[in-house]
């Protein structure tokens, strides 16, 4: 059974920087897509990043490119989130997901999700 693990959430003031973790565990498959969805309260769950395992297309969302970066170790099975200079829009629940992807960006795509970790960006 796979198994998603985050960590590193937390509340940070504004310009700020936390780094997400995403522990992976009892996956067979090599071949998958890795990534990182928000929800703010009210809002809809968003793309963040994401990336396939062995390279290829990496993919952020406008209103984070510059500030986050999206890294796997795949020695470790884990995914990381680098989020700096952060701001109050950031402020949600971040879950990371994995799947079998043709489009990283879709999230319908993600078969497993973590149980998700706390980002609150005070001003």
């Known amino acids: 059974q796979v198994q998603l693990v985050e960590s590193g959430g937390g509340s940070v003031q504004a310009g700020g920087s936390l780094r997400l973790s995403c522990a992976a565990s009892?996956?067979?498959?090599?071949?998958?897509?890795m990534g990182w969805f928000r929800q703010a309260p009210g809002k809809e769950r968003e793309g963040v990043a994401a990336l396939y395992r062995f390279g290829g297309s990496t993919y952020y969302a406008d209103s984070v490119k510059g500030r986050f970066t999206i890294s796997r170790d795949n020695a470790k099975n884990t995914l990381y989130l680098e989020m700096t200079n952060l701001v109050p829009e950031d402020t949600a629940v971040y879950y990371c997901?994995?799947?079998?992807?043709?489009?990283?960006?879709?999230?319908?795509?993600?078969?497993?999700w973590g149980q998700g970790t706390q980002v609150t960006v005070s001003s």
């Open positions: 997901a994995m799947g079998f992807c043709a489009d990283i960006r879709d999230s319908t795509q993600y078969s497993y």
């Open positions: 009892g996956y067979t498959h090599s071949d998958y897509c």
